[in-house]
């Protein structure tokens, strides 16, 4: 329990600021992207493509990618269509479908 509960109470605000839609500062963003992953560096790892969302693992450190090589880092914020292409039908994206789409999605050849 000691060790759970330090690492779910740093864990939660950073989460909320990963996946909060806003935009840090320039500098702020780069200046703390060495230590936690910010927004803009979380965002990538949501995109539907391969190459981008496997990358950028670290729930709240981002030095745990640079170690591993799993960093991949956006420079400029742009659009991105999150989520998997095969799962944006309407039918997962209800409050009935979200928790089913583990089910439903086996029944997909690929995601």
Same mark, same amino acid.
């Given at each position: ?60 450190? *981002?030095?745990?990618?640079? =170690?591993?090589?799993?960093?991949? @880092? $956006?420079? &400029?914020?742009? *659009?991105?269509?999150?989520? =998997?292409?095969?799962?944006?039908? @309407? $039918?997962? &994206? ?18």
């Amino acid at each position: 329990m000691w060790l759970v509960a330090p690492q779910t109470i740093a864990m939660i605000p950073v989460a909320l600021l990963q996946h909060a839609n806003l935009c840090l500062p320039q500098g702020v963003d780069r200046a703390l992207r060495w230590v936690i992953a910010t927004p803009l560096l979380h965002r990538i790892h949501h995109s539907p493509i391969a190459a981008e969302n496997n990358s950028d693992f670290g729930e709240i450190f *981002s030095f745990w990618d640079r =170690l591993f090589g799993t960093l991949r @880092e $956006s420079s &400029q914020e742009k *659009s991105v269509k999150y989520g =998997l292409s095969n799962l944006r039908e @309407e $039918s997962y &994206q209800t409050v009935a479908g979200m928790p089913a789409t583990p089910l439903l999605a086996r029944r997909l050849h690929s995601l």
